[in-house]
């Protein structure tokens, strides 16, 4: 117990620290869009598939639960996507999705500057590491999830119709009618606030097992693998509290 | 100069320096020497601040590191160039973009002005032409001689060198070591350098310290070492029994 209050402590230091006064601000910019590229352009392709085929599935069992229930409109399956989407696959998958790409790519990138003392290089130049390493990455999940989670509603979206379409459940119209039907900004807001957590809890976390590491190659692999871990606990957590209290 | 007055850290139970004072001259080649576990790696890292003393001072010309708070620190460290034992390389950035980066971060120069400077750091260490490979194209000598370059581009005033040779044949661990000895010479650095190859020693040695389980145990030049005659040093100096052999023919 004692342990986690330590490591608690570490890390909001840590968090502290990582957004003090940069040294030269057109280096952090240039870091910041660096981790941008990285961690925005580099998860499309994986988000993008995955949630063409959330958007399908979700059309698929649900067209499969409400045939059986003749009193309800197949056009609603367009609403029924489009909510699910945005307000719990959209955000919650494809952060736990992240967590796994981006925060241990993250955390694997820090540990190995830290054990072959790039980072050390950093400190001796008089550079503030906690801040020019660990600040650029949160800043850019922070900016990028939120893109990559509309992207994934937007797609969802189309794996739905072109399941639906394509498998007869339902017409290309009437999808299209359910999706526009009811469309609420709240909706919309709650996504955007569980995207810029997760982003800061994925990112942060990565981060602090990263930068923290002592040891090796193996104490690398473990901080990489709790990063993961540990940041999809927090996102399901707080992804329920946000559901509690905002819903 | 650097100063280091009674200079004590633990780790734990365990006391690794205990109690170091030594002085390290400006312009000239300060070894630390010792066997693995003496305390060579945490006296570098107390001198160049990655560790905290828990007790003594370091002087950097009369300005105390270890009572300077984190701006302080990071601000006479752009003073320091440092080459690591791995040479700690930037593996996402070039041989260039890793040279330049102290300037990008802590100068106003002009994309020109620092394209010349890391060309001129580059020549420096014999290894112009190389811009635009990444450190994983390098061989060990190379990365060595890169990590200079990056250590120096700054115009250091400290410059501190862990293990330059390790990993090194002889042929090239000799090129490494003239090429910190020139210049330190020539731009009148205060060079530390954490060792324990003999031939750098013998090479380079302007000023020795010899370290043996966390105390200063010998302090000398590199020609008054050969005089010892027994000892923790002459058992470090001549470690195996063909050398002491030797010693022992060329004495009598």
């Known amino acids: 117990m004692l342990k986690l209050f330590e490591a608690v402590g570490e890390y909001l230091i840590l968090m502290r620290a990582s957004f003090a006064r940069p040294e030269k601000s057109k280096m952090y910019w240039l870091e910041t869009m660096r981790q941008c590229y990285s961690i925005g352009i580099g998860s499309l392709p994986i988000i993008a598939i995955i949630s063409l085929f959330m958007g399908a599935v979700t059309a698929v069992q649900f067209s499969y639960q409400l045939r059986s229930i003749s009193l309800i409109p197949m056009w609603w399956m367009g609403a029924i996507v489009r909510k699910s989407m945005i307000l719990e696959l959209a955000p919650t998958l494809s952060a736990l999705l992240l967590a796994g790409k981006v925060g241990s790519n993250i955390a694997s990138e820090l540990g190995t500057m830290r054990i072959s003392e790039q980072i050390d290089a950093y400190e001796i130049m008089g550079v503030n590491t906690r801040s020019y390493l660990i600040g650029p990455k949160i800043v850019a999940a922070v900016f990028m999830f939120p893109m990559l989670v509309v992207i994934s509603v937007f797609l969802g979206i189309i794996g739905g119709w072109l399941a639906g379409v394509l498998g007869n459940f339902y017409s290309s119209s009437e999808y299209v009618r359910g999706v526009q039907d009811g469309m609420k900004s709240y909706d919309v807001f709650i996504m955007f606030i569980k995207s810029v957590l997760f982003a800061f809890i994925i990112s942060s976390i990565s981060c602090y097992k990263g930068y923290t590491v002592k040891g090796g190659a193996v104490e690398i692999g473990i901080a990489s693998t709790q990063a993961v871990v540990q940041s999809s606990v927090v996102v399901i957590v707080v992804n329920f509290l946000v559901a509690f209290l905002l819903l | ?252």
């Open chain 2, 1 to 252: 100069m650097i100063e280091m007055i009674n200079v004590k850290k633990s780790f734990g139970e365990h006391q690794v320096l205990k109690g170091i004072s030594a002085v390290f001259e400006e312009g000239k080649c300060n070894l630390i020497i010792g066997k693995s576990g003496s305390g060579k790696t945490v006296t570098l890292k107390c001198l160049v601040g990655l560790f905290e003393p828990d007790e003594g001072s370091i002087l950097y010309d009369n300005r105390d590191i270890t009572k300077m708070d984190f701006d302080e620190k990071k601000k006479i460290r752009q003073e320091f160039g440092m080459l690591f034992q791995g040479t700690a390389l930037f593996d996402s950035l070039t041989v260039e973009e890793n040279i330049r980066f102290p300037l990008d971060m802590f100068t106003d120069m002009s994309d020109a002005e620092k394209k010349e400077r890391v060309n001129f750091c580059l020549q420096k260490v014999n290894m112009s032409g190389t811009n635009k490979k990444y450190p994983g194209e390098l061989s060990g000598g190379m990365k060595k001689r890169v990590g200079i370059a990056r250590a120096i581009v700054n115009n250091p005033k400290y410059l501190f060198c862990d293990e330059p040779n390790s990993g090194l044949d002889p042929k090239t661990a000799l090129i490494i070591d003239r090429l910190i000895k020139e210049l330190t010479e020539e731009y009148n650095m205060t060079t530390v350098i954490n060792t324990h190859d003999m031939n750098s020693v013998m090479s380079i040695g302007d000023k020795v310290i010899f370290l043996h389980e966390g105390i200063k145990y010998w302090e000398g030049t590199n020609k008054e070492i050969l005089e010892i005659t027994s000892g923790e040093l002459f058992d470090f100096i001549f470690a195996s029994d063909f050398l002491k052999e030797l010693r022992m023919r060329a004495k009598f």
